[in-house]
């Protein structure tokens, strides 16, 4: 089977389970039905649910079959946090977007007091959904320490603190390398380990996962940067040509399109060597399949 239709059959199987119970369980947890609402409406506005995704392909690759039964909160408590990071990034002091999802971002919907609250709402209720089920105490401890060290001071938010920092001045190539991987990578990174966490495979045994997660991580960077110049904000649900009007730091910035598709190809490489070094008894089609979700001829050579 094609690589792009494994992923896509892979979606179909799991996206109804992941998302069916998303609504009434924010609605459950929250004391407030404006903020519910507000926190409802960016989950629900239709992102790919890729974080989630990688941690049950994850789980499937290592681990026997796949009953989330009432454990699927701990995996859908990342697209919470991931959501969060959109809201925040989006409002008039970080990124100041209207388009989000295909919607109005959060602030323009709700203001920009109740989306900072619903952000802080979402980031919150992750950490709540992954001690909330019954997994081993000593798993979801790990998912704790894991997640905040990823989204946290660690990760994603010195990532975005770089970020900012940055507009208009000239990362070289090796800075930018670093901010990708806080900002972006470090979610991505958190997605596979969570699987392997909760399949409780070995530490000793989780180094080609995590090196393929940093790939797909950096790919998904990149590749996000080329599709900012190369693509219509109808096709992408968000605003587009951004980075370039505010002089960002990105591939296509420095390496220029074609360059930025190379160093796209070259780490897809380098995702796909890390999974050909696991022993030939794992059968790593599904994470390889993630790897379609990068189309590389967008960019003509
Ligand atoms: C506010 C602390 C804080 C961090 C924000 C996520 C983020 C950090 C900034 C978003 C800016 C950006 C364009 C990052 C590039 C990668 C990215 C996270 C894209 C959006 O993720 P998708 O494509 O979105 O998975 P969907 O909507 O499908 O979930």
Redesign the pocket.
């Known amino acids: 089977m094609p690589s792009n239709e494994r992923l896509q059959a892979f979606e179909q199987a799991w996206l109804p389970q992941l998302n069916q119970p998303l609504a009434a369980a924010i609605a459950a947890d929250t004391g407030d039905d404006q903020l519910a609402a507000a926190m409802q409406y960016s989950v629900l506005a239709g992102?790919?649910?890729?974080?989630p995704l990688l941690t049950v392909a994850t789980l499937t690759t290592v681990g026997p079959t796949v009953d989330l039964g009432q454990d699927w909160r701990p995996i859908m408590a990342l697209e919470l946090l991931?959501t969060y990071?959109?809201i925040?990034?989006d409002l008039p002091a970080?990124?100041n977007d209207d388009l989000?999802?295909g919607e109005p971002t959060n602030h323009v919907k709700f203001g920009a007091g109740m989306a900072t609250l619903a952000g802080d709402g979402l980031l919150t209720l992750a950490f709540q959904w992954l001690t909330a089920t019954a997994l081993p105490p000593l798993v979801q401890a790990k998912l704790t320490q894991a997640l905040a060290r990823a989204a946290g001071p660690s990760g994603?938010?010195a990532?975005?603190a770089k970020d900012i920092r940055s507009e208009h001045i000239d990362l070289p190539l090796s800075d930018l390398r670093v901010l990708h991987r806080e900002?972006?990578g470090a979610l991505l990174h958190y997605a596979v380990q969570a699987g392997l966490i909760l399949a409780e495979l070995p530490e000793a045994q989780w180094t080609p996962y995590l090196k393929f997660a940093d790939a797909f991580g950096l790919a998904?960077?990149i590749y996000?940067d080329i599709l900012d110049v190369v693509s219509t904000p109808s096709e992408l649900g968000k605003a587009t040509q951004k980075d370039a009007g505010e002089a960002k730091n990105t591939y296509p910035g420095k390496l220029g399109l074609e360059g930025a598709n190379q160093a796209l190809i070259a780490t897809i490489e380098q995702g796909q060597t890390a999974l050909a070094t696991l022993p030939a008894t794992v059968d790593t089609r599904l994470l390889a399949a993630f790897f379609s979700y990068f189309d590389t001829k967008r960019v003509k050579a």
Do not use: A
Request: glycine share 8%.
């Open positions: 992102g790919k649910r890729l974080r991931h990071s959109l925040h990034d970080m990124d989000r999802r994603m938010v990532g975005q900002k972006t998904f960077q996000d």
